[in-house]
C-alpha cells in the first residue's frame, strides 16, 4: 500500500505515461496494477497467514487441554500442571505470532523494538501488576497451597479454585468469588487449613463464678466424649482458662477430621448448652452493677 501512495504522488507530480490521467492527476491503470501485484503477493501471504494462525491456535488449545487432561489422570499436582500447560499455550502463541509477522514481510527487528519500548513504559506504569506476576511466580513454585485447599489471607477465607500468574481465585463458604493479587498473597500470611488432616476445634464456654467449676469441667468431657465426630485420639482438653469480667471461662477443645470441622463445631455448641441447662450450670451475660451514693 505505501507503493500505492508513492504512484500517486508521482502521477499528481509528473502526470507522464501513455495511461489515462484524471483531472486530479491521479494515473487509474498504475494504481490499480499495484493494487492487484499487492493484492496477488502481500495480500494472499496475509491470508494464508491468518488461516495458519487460526489454525495452530486451534490446534494448541486442543492439545494444551488434552496434556492436562493427561496429567490430571495421572494425578500429577494440579496447580502446577494448569500453570505449566497455560503458560506453554500462551508462550507458543506469540512463537507463532512472530514467525507469521516475518512471514508477511514486517521486519521482526523492528517489531522486537516496538515491543521492548512498550514494555519499558508499561512496567512503569503497572509496577503493581509486575508485582503480582512475580507473586504469582513465587506461589506456582514454592506452592503454599494448592486448588481446593481452605486458605486464609489478608481477612479472607475461601476454597482455592484457581490460580493465575496475576491472581488467585477462590470461593468463600458462601459461594462469593473472590479475587485475591498474587502480590498481596505472596508478601502476607497465608494460613493453609487443608494441609493436615485433622484440625482441632477450639470453644470458650463462659460459666458464673457461683458455679461448681469440677462439675462444669465432667459435664464438658462428657460432651466431648459422647459426641461421635470428636476424635478419641488426640486426647480431648477440658481446663479453666481464664476469669473475666462475668464469668470463669472454661476452654473447651477436641479434635475432628478437618472435613467435618464446621459440623463439629455447631453440634459441641449447641450439646454444651443443653448439657448446662440440665445441670443447671449458669451461663453469664455482660452486666453492669450502678451504685449510687446520696450527697448531702
Known amino acids: 500500500m505505501l507503493e500505492v501512495i508513492g504512484l500517486l504522488a508521482e502521477t499528481a507530480t509528473n502526470g507522464t505515461g501513455t495511461e489515462t490521467v484524471t483531472d486530479n492527476g491521479i494515473n487509474w491503470k498504475a494504481v490499480l496494477d499495484i493494487v492487484v501485484k499487492w493484492a496477488t503477493t502481500t495480500g494472499i501471504r496475509l491470508i494464508i497467514a491468518l488461516l495458519i494462525m487460526i489454525i495452530s491456535f486451534k490446534i494448541i488449545n486442543v492439545v494444551s487441554r488434552k496434556i492436562y487432561k493427561r496429567l490430571e489422570k495421572k494425578k500429577a499436582d494440579p496447580t502446577l500442571s494448569r500453570a505449566l500447560t497455560g503458560t506453554a499455550r500462551l508462550g507458543l502463541k506469540l512463537l ?23 514494555g519499558v513504559g508499561i512496567s512503569l506504569a503497572v509496577q503493581g501488576t509486575l508485582s503480582n506476576f512475580a507473586g504469582g511466580v513465587i ?50 500470611v497465608i494460613v493453609n487449613n487443608s494441609v493436615k488432616d485433622t484440625r482441632r476445634v477450639d470453644i470458650i464456654m463462659s460459666v458464673s463464678y457461683d458455679s461448681d467449676l469440677d462439675l462444669v469441667k465432667k459435664v464438658s468431657r462428657s460432651v466431648l466424649e459422647n459426641c461421635d465426630l470428636v476424635l478419641k485420639s488426640p486426647e480431648c482438653m477440658v481446663e479453666v482458662g481464664n476469669y473475666a469480667d462475668s464469668g470463669v471461662e472454661i476452654y473447651v477443645r477436641g479434635w475432628c477430621n478437618r472435613p467435618d470441622y464446621w459440623k463439629t463445631y455447631y453440634k459441641l455448641m ?5 448439657a448446662y441447662d440440665e445441670y443447671h450450670i449458669t451461663i453469664p451475660y455482660n452486666q453492669i452493677d450502678v451504685h449510687v451514693d446520696n450527697v448531702k
Open 96 to 118: 507463532i505470532l512472530l514467525g507469521l509477522i516475518a512471514y508477511v514481510g514486517i521486519e521482526t527487528a523492528s517489531v522486537s523494538a516496538i515491543i521492548a519500548s512498550l
Open 139 to 188: 506461589i506456582i513454585v514454592m506452592r503454599p497451597f494448592k486448588l481446593g485447599d481452605f486458605i486464609t489471607s489478608n481477612g479472607q477465607s475461601g476454597t482455592v479454585e484457581d490460580i493465575k500468574l496475576f491472581y488467585t481465585q477462590i470461593v468463600t463458604p458462601d459461594n462469593k468469588v473472590i479475587y485475591i493479587p498474587n502480590g498481596t498473597l505472596a508478601n502476607n
Open 270 to 274: 449447641y450439646d454444651l448448652k443443653m
